[in-house]
C-alpha cells in the first residue's frame, strides 16, 4: 500500500523559510515522477513543483526562485525548500506521485493528506 504523508508545515512570518518533507512507502520511489501541490483559501489547487525520474524540474511562475523541490532516494522521501514566503503562500501543501513509473503522465494517484503552511505579514 503507497502511503506519502507530509511534515514540515507550520506558520512563518513573511519573508521566512520552510521546509516539507514528503516521507514515501510502498513506492518505487527513485522511479517515480512526483509534485508538490497547494491549495490556498478559495483558491482552486495549483502544482507548485515537480521533478521527473530523470531529475528534470518544473516550477509555477509564483514559485520560481523561492522555491525548490528535491528528493532523497535513499530515504524515500522529497523535499520542497521554501523561500522568500508571502502571505499568498498560504494553503494546504500536498505531495503526490504518479502511478506509473518512469515517466511524468500529468496525472497523480497517490496523495498524502496536506500539510497547512500559514506566512503572515
Known amino acids: 500500500q503507497v502511503q506519502l504523508m507530509e511534515s514540515g508545515g507550520g506558520s512563518v512570518q513573511a519573508g521566512g523559510s520552510l521546509r516539507l518533507s514528503c516521507a514515501a512507502s510502498g513506492y518505487t520511489f527513485g522511479s517515480a515522477c512526483m509534485g508538490w501541490f497547494r491549495q490556498g483559501p478559495g483558491k482552486e489547487r495549483e502544482r507548485v513543483a515537480r521533478i521527473h525520474p530523470s531529475g528534470l524540474i518544473t516550477y509555477a511562475d509564483s514559485v520560481k526562485g523561492r522555491f525548490t523541490i528535491s528528493k532523497d532516494n535513499a530515504k524515500n522521501t522529497l523535499y520542497l525548500q521554501m523561500n522568500s514566503l508571502k502571505p499568498e503562500d498560504t494553503a494546504e501543501y500536498y505531495c503526490?506521485?504518479?502511478?506509473?513509473?518512469?515517466?511524468?503522465?500529468?496525472?497523480?494517484?497517490?496523495w498524502g493528506q496536506g500539510i497547512l503552511v500559514t506566512v503572515s505579514s
Open positions: 503526490a506521485a504518479d502511478r506509473q513509473l518512469g515517466f511524468c503522465r500529468g496525472q497523480f494517484e497517490y
